[in-house]
């Protein structure tokens, strides 16, 4: 299988195919993704959230996503691997940026990298894409500024905050980027925001009119403790119920005895040699 490429990107918003985005953060979960036919694997920050445990995205680290994505890339070879740029590893310059996505290209075989922000990275996102970095933008929730908001809200619902939306897509566009994520904007604004660029937009709790969507591999699956109902996610399995239950009966049958069974057991004079029997 042949990895999605930026113009084929491109080509799907204007064929109208939309684009499955999930994220995936270790080689099961990318080999799976991969496997359900997903166009991008997002080795998102949130991260932080499902598989670290801390309660904002702010915590993670340009190591953590560089490790990440390496298992990522082993379990999801044929997939395009976009990785978010962590909190603080890029605005600080279009120098400084550049050397940070190119760590998560080089060392952790990323083939795009995600920032959060608008027109102000503008400089940052020409520099990435002229040397060779596709660029994925994300705009209204941005979870890394989730402090100074104050909260996960919908964003873009007065007149202000939708054409700054509007503005900050095109800027994005103009500085080159290949996608942009919408997080948790209200579907009207969406869809204005996907009319009236050139590039895919791929939504969150952004509604119907996206070109693409995207959700947490955790999300998907009720896969751990701290997944609360969110009115944007669909959750397709309760994976969570499953591997507890399954983990209960495992610890209730050591303690009752009843695993291991003869047959997992290996008795010193058996015919069948000890390697084999593994
Ligand atoms: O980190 C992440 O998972 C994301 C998606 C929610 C878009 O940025
Ligand atoms: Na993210």
Do not use: W
Not at 96 to 122: C, D
Not at 170 to 195: N, P, R
Request: overall charge negative; charged content about 20%.
């Amino acid at each position: 299988k042949q990895a999605l490429t930026v113009p084929r990107l491109r080509a799907m918003k204007s064929q109208k195919k939309p684009i499955a985005m999930l994220t995936a953060y270790d080689y099961p979960s990318a080999m799976l993704a991969e496997e359900a036919g997903v166009d991008i694997i997002l080795v998102g920050d949130s991260l932080g959230n499902v598989v670290l445990g801390y309660d904002t995205t702010v915590p993670v680290k340009l190591e953590d996503m560089i490790y990440h994505t390496r298992a990522v890339v082993r379990g999801a070879p044929g997939t395009m691997i976009v990785t978010d740029m962590p909190f603080a590893t890029y605005r600080l310059g279009p120098e400084s940026t550049l050397r940070n996505a190119a760590r998560i290209m080089q060392e952790g075989g990323a083939h795009a990298v995600k920032l959060e922000g608008g027109e102000e990275l503008a400089d940052e996102i020409r520099l990435l894409t002229s040397a060779g970095i596709p660029v994925v933008g994300h705009i209204g929730l941005t979870p890394q500024s989730v402090l100074q908001i104050g909260g996960y809200r919908v964003q873009g619902k007065s007149s202000q905050e939708a054409e700054k939306m509007l503005a900050d897509a095109k800027a994005l566009e103009q500085a080159g980027a290949s996608a942009i994520v919408l997080e948790l904007v209200t579907e009207e604004l969406a869809a204005a925001v996907t009319h009236s660029i050139g590039i895919p937009t791929i939504g969150i709790g952004a509604g119907r009119g996206c070109d693409g969507q995207v959700l947490v591999y955790h999300d998907v699956l009720r896969y751990g403790s701290g997944i609360r109902d969110k009115k944007m996610v669909k959750s397709y399995a309760n994976i969570g119920d499953t591997i507890r239950n399954a983990l209960t009966e495992y610890v209730e049958e050591v303690r009752t005895k009843a695993f291991p069974e003869e047959k997992h057991s290996f008795p010193m004079d058996s015919s069948q040699s000890q390697s084999s029997g593994l």
